[in-house]
Each structure stands twice: as structure tokens, then as C-alpha cells.
């Protein structure tokens, strides 16, 4: 199955350097405004996902454990249809994610699914 979400090589070697201090990794994606907008990265255990959450993707990073990535159902009603890529710009980000105290942020950039990916991930075209 074709990739979800995706990590560039600077959000993967941030999670690497992250992952030596708090061990395996989660990622949730909000929706809302300013920092809730934006992936928030966190130990795990340290964020509770359930009902109203979606699994977008287990990540697989080469030297760490599987990360998933979590998305509000909320929020996946609007971004179903991209493809989603973390990556890592300068900038402090939210207090809380574990990336903030390096004066980085995770970001992500999107593009829309192709019709192959819809059809793959059994989304429905808009009409």
C-alpha cells in the first residue's frame, strides 16, 4: 500500500535525536487553530487516542521503533484526500511537543491523493 504520511530526512533525524531522550514516539494531528493545527509529537503514553481518533499510519524509521500517526475524525473528514508529509522547519512550535525546546517544529506540507491513492485507501472522489 502506498504511503499516507511521510517524513522528510531532517523531521526523521529530529525524531531520532527525540526518540534518545523519551523513547518510541506517537504523532497526533488536530485540527484548530495555531499549534493545535500542527503535528504534535509526544512520548507515548503521554496522549490518549480513541474513538474520535483515526490511525493514518504506522511510520517506519530506520533505528526506531514504528511511530503512528493519529489524526482527529474531525480533521480527517477535511484532509482525507492528501497525502500528508512531516517535515521540520526552525521556529518554536507548541510547549507540547517534545520538539519545542530544540527551537524546531514539526510542519506539514500536503498534496492531493491521486486518483490510484484514493481508489487504494477506498476514498471516495468529490464529485
Known sequence: MSPRVEVTSAAADMLRHLAEQYGPLMFH??????D???PMCYP????RTGG???LLQTLEIDGLAPIEFYMSASQYEYWKYTHLTVDL???RGSGFSVEAP???RFMIRSRLLTDGELA???VE???
Open 44 to 47: 507515548v503514553g503521554m496522549f
Open 29 to 34: 494531528q488536530s485540527g484548530g487553530c495555531c
Open 36 to 38: 493545535g493545527s500542527s
Open 89 to 91: 522547519v526552525d521556529g
Open 120 to 122: 487504494e485507501y477506498g
Open 125 to 127: 472522489a468529490r464529485a
Open 102 to 104: 530544540e527551537g524546531k
Open 52 to 54: 474520535s481518533d483515526v
